[in-house]
């Protein structure tokens, strides 16, 4: 089944197999897929998905994906990644570019590095997540500007909880 999903101005194309087994084509790039387990989720803020053991072209991986809407929530080993469903639009919103940073698994919130309004670069830490006896660092996928802090020290979250939300550097 293939999904189009955008992220800013850009358009990926998904397809996978249902069930989750075999090939899947992620933007025109083949990748052998097998899922090992899975298990459903809910984000404190109703969104619903799935959390998933999988292998990825060989190697294993932990994914959990959220639907919110029309927006879904993608993180794979900690990495979290938020999408907008259908085409990307033709002319750039005022929030077109703007990163989100969401719990990629329920979990307590260990640190947070960073306050609304700082300025920070792509790869920067952002928050710290405890789970499973684990903690995660969850990173800036952008550079630009701290416009949302949605967690405190010590708060325990779910899957798919919005973070931190980053702005775009103005241009």
């Known amino acids: ?14 397809d996978l197999a249902d069930p989750l087994e075999g090939r899947a084509t992620v933007d025109g790039h083949p990748h052998e897929v097998r899922q090992l387990a899975g298990r459903p989720v809910r984000a404190a803020d109703g969104g619903t998905g799935v959390e998933l053991a999988l292998t990825i072209d060989g190697g294993g991986r932990r994914a959990v994906v959220v639907r919110q809407g029309d927006r879904v929530l993608v993180a794979v080993d900690g990495r979290a990644h938020a999408f907008g469903l259908g085409e990307a639009p033709r002319r750039p919103s005022r929030a077109a570019g703007a990163s989100v940073v969401v719990a990629p698994m329920p979990g307590k919130v260990v640190r947070v590095l960073i306050s609304v309004g700082d300025r ?3 790869g920067q830490a952002l928050v710290v997540l405890e789970a499973m006896k684990m903690e995660t660092m969850l990173r800036a996928e952008i550079a630009g500007t701290v416009s949302i802090v949605g967690a405190e020290p010590g708060a325990m979250v779910d899957a798919g909880v919005v973070l931190v939300e980053l702005a775009p550097p103005k241009s």
């Open 1 to 14: 089944m293939e999904t189009r999903l955008h992220q800013g101005e850009r358009t990926i194309s998904v």
């Open 120 to 122: 920070v670069e792509a």
